[in-house]
């Protein structure tokens, strides 16, 4: 599951990937490609932005017979020094959106597969990536990410900000299906002022895409 539209687009001329499919107009049209891992197949698509229509994608994937994911995207720097690029592995989600409550008991965090973590780490350590693990902050409200609030998930240890991964934590054990995300820090949101910092063009995003595909090989 990418969130890089670009990469998702120039896989036919990237990875010789061949389309095999399109999601519904309602869930977006986003169209469904097939790679290659090796002599393992793999299927790409970006699965929306936002937990709710993310978690749509993610179940007509699995229930199409997908078993094991790993989705990729950026995410907003909370903590002050996280360089754009620097990848994060997340550990656990602060659940500040809904999804999540509809397939996990509530509960503050929700917590990743530790086995997925340890794979995502390895595979980073081999390839000599530097990269961090810890808590991310989910929230369905990016307009929202008040100094106050900002604060304060700072003060709970959170690294970053996104708005999918408590939700796919929770769907992903729910469905018992393996699961493991990479986040990239885009966009630096710890200061006084929001710092855009050219994330959406930054070329960590098509070396996240191949750790990715990559990782999701071994799952």
Known sequence: MCFFPEVVSGLVVSHGGRHIGVFSRE??????????????????FHPGVGAPL?????????????????????????????ALGHVVIPTAAVRDEGTSFHYAAPARLIQADPSTVALCGSVLVERGVPHTTGTTWTTD??????????????????????????????????????????????????????????WNTANARADLFQLAIDTVARL
């Not at 469904?32 to 299927?43: E, M």
């Not at 749509?56 to 909370?78: L, M, S, T």
């Open 27 to 44: 869930l977006g049209g986003h169209e469904i490609y097939l790679v290659k891992s090796g002599n393992i197949p793999v299927a790409v």
């Open 141 to 198: 409200a990016p307009y929202r990410e008040t100094p106050t609030k900002i604060q304060t998930r700072r003060d709970e240890g959170c690294l970053t900000v996104e708005m999918e991964t408590a939700a796919f934590l929770a769907v992903a054990q729910f469905r018992d299906v393996r699961f493991a995300q990479y986040l990239y820090a885009s966009d630096d949101i710890s200061g006084e002022a929001w710092d855009r910092r050219g």
């Open 54 to 82: 993310a978690v749509q994608h993610f179940e007509k994937a699995i229930a199409a017979g997908g078993r094991a994911f790993v989705a990729c995207g950026g995410a907003g720097a909370v903590q002050p020094g996280l």
